[in-house]
């Protein structure tokens, strides 16, 4: 996993090479669509090697275990997704990241236009004492909501992929929790990387497991195959993107 992780940096320019692709034709299977060769011009060697840098320099931040956070995670996934066009994966982080990268985004833009901090979450990013370069590799946060609302507009939304990220969360926020615990990874320890109190750590534990995928993932599912099927409607239902798939 540490490998794959090295590679998140060149997830985004593999992003500007997949909107080429032309959209798929009327009589694409539903939710999925036939795979084109999308990075042929692009110099595979320098964009992994633009991965392992941006990889390393978070190792070097923050350490190993940042690589647990969902939206790091994320990233991962985000890029295999594009190589295979993959609407199960766009999907399923899709239903892990949307809410909590678009709050990421509302706190930073409202503390960079009111010097507040609406909702928290995103003080690091004004923190001197992280080196500006690392705080600018943040602003994925900001691009993953809209290229995960692309990607299900034209590749379909596939509905397993709520089960997946409560599948995901089970393993991840266990290990978060006794690992390195400190660091309040997914805020395995308490909301907003602080440590809760107000009741014993297992108990919010369990609680998280439960509440986290029955009030985020699932009602994210919804809205996200409501939109698909308004996006199917709109476009007269011609097999152009936006379907759910089987």
């Not at 009327?26 to 633009?50: E, F, M, R």
Request: some cysteine.
């Amino acid at each position: 996993m540490v490998l794959a992780t090295k590679r998140i940096g060149a997830c985004q320019a593999r992003l500007f090479a997949l909107q080429s692709i032309p959209r798929p034709a009327a009589d694409t299977i539903p939710g999925h669509v036939a795979t084109t060769p999308a990075y042929s011009s692009l110099d595979q060697s320098a964009l992994d090697g633009v991965g392992d840098g941006v990889g390393a320099a978070y190792w070097r931040q923050y350490g190993l275990q940042n690589f647990l956070f969902f939206c790091d995670l994320g990233n991962v996934f985000i890029m295999v997704a594009l190589w295979l066009e993959s609407p199960l994966i766009f999907s399923w982080q899709a239903t892990a990241l949307l809410i909590f990268q678009t709050l990421f985004t509302i706190d930073l833009a409202g503390a960079v236009v009111s010097g507040h901090h609406w909702i928290g979450g995103t003080e690091y990013m004004f923190d001197s004492h992280i080196p500006l370069a690392i705080r600018l590799l943040s602003l994925f946060h900001v691009v993953t909501p809209a290229l995960l609302l692309w990607a299900i507009w034209r590749l379909g939304y596939d509905p397993r992929a709520w089960k997946l990220q409560t599948l995901t969360a089970w393993i991840v926020v266990p290990i978060n929790y006794f690992w390195r615990p400190q660091f309040d990874v997914n805020w395995a320890r308490g909301p907003f990387s602080r440590e809760q109190h107000a009741m014993p750590g297992l108990v919010y534990l369990l609680g998280y497991l439960v509440v986290v995928p029955a009030v985020v993932y699932f009602p994210t599912q919804r809205i996200l195959m409501w939109l698909t099927r308004r996006w199917r409607a709109s476009q007269g239902d011609s097999g152009q993107g936006c379907s759910v798939a089987p």
